[in-house]
């Protein structure tokens, strides 16, 4: 199984460029979810998805939007990059319901924005 | 909302114990341990879902107090293999699935 799978796994932007972040698993999981990664930070949520057709706004959504396509499918688009996006995004998913149980990452998306 | 852990980071000689702590200032519903190794994803260590509740993994295991919201994370005899950044997430009741973390305790085992 591949479990969850994220492309691409490095990019340079230069500020205003946009780009979209893929992210896709395999393991029939209802909810999705994208973080960012900074030194000190941990991990931040930038947006989640508990079901097809359904988004919510984590801690730091500004300058991001994402798109539910499918159950399999989550991604996250940058309109007009910004060097403050320069970060390690990582994709996970998860099952949800009547028990949460543990995320699933990807292996990260290494992005620089100059 | 984010939790806090402590200690930030932590050096350990091999075989030494460790305890790291993750609290909120939220009710809990759930709360998870992850430990992510330098250059790469988090890998999923336990989840505790109901307060008071311990479990263990090989030396390594956690506890969830509800009352306190807050989780700890034991390290006993430690290894090598234990060095990395080990995440706390938390998840409060009837908000969806959204699963938050700490900012990390940096944990660097020595021989």
């Known amino acids: 199984n591949a479990g969850v799978t994220q492309t691409p796994k490095f990019q340079v932007l230069k500020t205003g460029q946009s780009m979209t972040l893929q992210c896709a698993q395999d393991?029939?999981?209802?909810?999705m979810y994208w973080y960012r990664q900074d030194p000190g930070m941990g991990l931040r949520l930038i947006y989640y998805s508990a079901s097809e057709g359904t988004t919510d706004k984590g801690e730091v959504p500004n300058g991001y939007n994402v798109s539910r396509l499918n159950k399999r499918e989550f991604s996250l688009r940058l309109e007009s990059a910004a060097p403050s996006q320069t970060s390690v995004y990582f994709c996970?998913?998860?099952?949800?319901?009547?028990?949460?149980?543990?995320?699933?990452f990807g292996s990260g998306t290494q992005l620089s924005v100059l | 909302q984010q939790p806090v852990q402590s200690p930030q980071a932590v050096i350990l000689r091999e075989g030494e114990d460790a305890v790291i702590n993750c609290s909120s200032s939220?009710?809990?519903?759930?709360v998870h341990w992850y430990r992510q190794k330098h250059g790469e994803a988090p890998v999923f260590l336990m989840i505790l879902l109901k307060g008071g509740e311990q479990k263990g993994h090989e030396k390594i295991s956690a506890s969830f107090n509800e009352k306190k919201q807050q989780s700890s994370l034991y390290l006993t005899a430690s290894q090598l293999s234990y060095s990395g950044t080990y995440f706390c997430g938390t998840e409060i009741r009837n908000q969806g699935g959204k699963l938050i973390f700490g900012q990390g305790t940096e944990l660097s085992v020595k021989p």
């Open positions: 996970a998913s998860r099952r949800t319901g009547p028990a949460n149980e543990k995320l699933f």
């Open positions: 939220k009710a809990l519903y759930s």
């Open positions: 393991m029939n999981h209802n909810s």
